[in-house]
């Protein structure tokens, strides 16, 4: 059974960084695409970028480019999300997913919960 | 701001019938892309509920079910139940400047 499990919650103060992982077991890995989606308070799902590790680089919501960079470790099955520049409005749960071959997100990590706050 | 739009809240009495539309474009569900359906129980990580438009995936109820015409889809919830209280996502690719894949809106379903 494929699981993904997300690193931490974390506090971050505005303009630092962040980096947030999710480690996978079972299945395959670097021929499935995988996702970061982000859900702010009260707020929908927003996607921010996906990976395939055999493919090389990532591809990203055009409204987080520049800001975001997604990258991952198949020796470790782990992928990675860095978000720069952080601002208030960055304050959200952060998703890993997996991409089935049906395109539709089959696997879900439980979730990271970071706050942005001076 | 999202490209799809769905209703901000349905509602229906146990047993009902209710019907969840998200509303697309040319450039993403009018394209011919493919619809997905998440559902999301409070304080959880949303599930996929229905894939390439009509598809459940295992362990899915078959209440669920969901289709697509033109630049739109539905989710419908046949014999609504007690633990279907939750929040539903419709999700599509779009071909345009403002991204890859996008989410719908959201809807909250309430069981009367």
């Avoid at chain 1, 009260?42 to 990258?71: C, D, F, H, K």
């Avoid at chain 1, 198949?74 to 089935?100: I, N, P, Q």
């Amino acid at each position: 059974q494929v699981q993904l499990v997300q690193s931490g919650a974390e506090v971050k103060k505005p303009g630092s960084s962040l980096k947030v992982s999710c480690k996978a077991s079972g299945g395959a890995f670097s021929s499935y695409a995988f996702n970061w989606v982000r859900q702010a308070p009260g707020q929908g799902l927003e996607w921010m970028g996906a990976i395939i590790s055999s493919l090389g680089p990532a591809n990203y919501a055009q409204g987080l480019q520049g800001r975001v960079t997604i990258t991952a470790d198949e020796s470790t099955r782990t992928v990675y999300m860095e978000l720069s520049s952080l601002r208030s409005e960055d304050t959200a749960v952060y998703y890993c997913a997996r991409e089935g071959y049906t395109y539709g997100f089959d696997f879900w990590g439980q979730g990271t919960l970071v706050t942005v706050s001076s | 701001q999202s490209v799809l739009t769905q209703p901000p809240s349905v509602s229906g009495a146990p047993g009902q019938r209710v019907t969840i539309s998200c509303s697309g474009s040319s450039s993403n569900i009018g394209a011919d892309y493919d619809v997905h359906w998440y559902q999301q129980l409070p304080g959880a990580a949303p599930k996929l509920l229905i894939y390439i438009n009509t598809h459940r995936p295992s362990g899915v109820p078959d209440r669920f079910s969901g289709s697509k015409s033109d630049t739109s889809a539905s989710l419908t919830i046949s014999g609504l139940q007690a633990e279907d209280e939750a929040d539903y996502y419709c999700q599509s690719y779009d071909r345009s400047l403002s991204g890859f894949y996008v989410f719908g809106t959201g809807t909250k379903v309430t069981v009367l």
